[in-house]
C-alpha cells in the first residue's frame, strides 16, 4: 500500500563543503537539547548535545549552536564526508522535571556529493 | 565500546498476535526507553523505565503495551494484540542517569500484516 511520510527537508552539500543543519524547537522550559544521526536501517546515534547554560559546543568536526531566544538550534558539520550522508535529527528534554522523554524533531537530510 | 542491543531485527506478524521485543541495555544504565519511529516519520517516545517501574509514558502507550525487566539484563516491550498501524522501527535506548545522553539500539522492524 501508498505509505504516507514526512517529506524530509534536504541538504545536499559537495564533499569537503561545511554543512549547516537547522532546527527549530517549540518547548521553552526544554533546557537539553542532543543531536543524533540516522542512518538508513539503523537507530539514531548520539552525535552532540548541548545544555541551555551555553550557546556553543564543539567536538570532532561537528559544533552545536543554540539560541534560546528564537528556539533554534543548529549542527555544523565541517569538511563534510560522504559518510555523513544521513537523517539528522535534533531533540530536546526538560532537564529538572519529571519528564526524560526525548522529543524528536523531523530530521534533515544530508546528502554529500562525492 | 558497549552497546544496546535487540532482538530480533525483523519480526512480521499476524494482526491480533502478540509479540514481544527484546532489549539488552548497556550494563551499567539505570533508566530505559522504547521509541517508535513509523516508515519515513519521527521518531516517538512510547515509555520510560526506572526502578522497575514506568517512570513515564505516552498516548501512544496504552494497554495494548507491556514492558518488563524480567531479569538483571533483559528489557522487553510487550504488544498483546498487534494491529496493522504497529508496523514501525522500535528501537530500545538506555540511559546511565536520567538527564545523560540515551544510546539506541539498531532498532526492531515490526511488520504487522
Known amino acids: 500500500g501508498e505509505s504516507v511520510g514526512l517529506h524530509l527537508p534536504t541538504l545536499s552539500v559537495q564533499e569537503g563543503d561545511n554543512s549547516i543543519i537547522n532546527c527549530a524547537y517549540s518547548?521553552?522550559?526544554?533546557?537539553?537539547f542532543i543531536w543524533y544521526k540516522q542512518e538508513s536501517g539503523k537507530g539514531p546515534q548520539f552525535i552532540i548535545d548541548?545544555?541551555?547554560?551555553?550557546d556553543k559546543r564543539q567536538g570532532q568536526r561537528v559544533t552545536v549552536l543554540l539560541n534560546k531566544t528564537v528556539k533554534h538550534l543548529s549542527l555544523q558539520i565541517a569538511a563534510t564526508q560522504p559518510g555523513d550522508s544521513a537523517v539528522y535529527f535534533c531533540?530536546?528534554?526538560?532537564?529538572?522535571?519529571?519528564?526524560?522523554?526525548?522529543?524528536f524533531g523531523t530530521g534533515t537530510l544530508l546528502a554529500v556529493q562525492p | 565500546e558497549p552497546e544496546v542491543t535487540q532482538t530480533p531485527s525483523h519480526q512480521v506478524t499476524q494482526m491480533g498476535q502478540e509479540v514481544i521485543l527484546r532489549c539488552v541495555p548497556i550494563s551499567n544504565h539505570l533508566y530505559f526507553y522504547w521509541y517508535r519511529q513509523i516508515l519515513g516519520q519521527k521518531v516517538e517516545f512510547l515509555v520510560s523505565?526506572?526502578?522497575?517501574?514506568?517512570?513515564?509514558k505516552s498516548e501512544i502507550f496504552d494497554d495494548q503495551f507491556s514492558v518488563e525487566r524480567p531479569d538483571g539484563s533483559n528489557f522487553t516491550l510487550k504488544i498483546r494484540s498487534t494491529k496493522l498501524e504497529d508496523s514501525a522501527m522500535y528501537f530500545c535506548?538506555?540511559?546511565?542517569?536520567?538527564?545523560?545522553?540515551?544510546?539506541f539500539g539498531q532498532g526492531t522492524r515490526l511488520t504487522v500484516v
Open positions: 548541548i545544555r541551555s547554560n551555553m
Open positions: 518547548n521553552s522550559a526544554s533546557d537539553y
Open positions: 531533540a530536546e528534554r526538560a532537564l529538572g522535571g519529571a519528564t526524560n522523554k526525548l522529543i
Open positions: 523505565f526506572y526502578n522497575n517501574e514506568i517512570s513515564e
Open positions: 535506548a538506555s540511559s546511565e542517569m536520567m538527564n545523560t545522553e540515551a544510546f
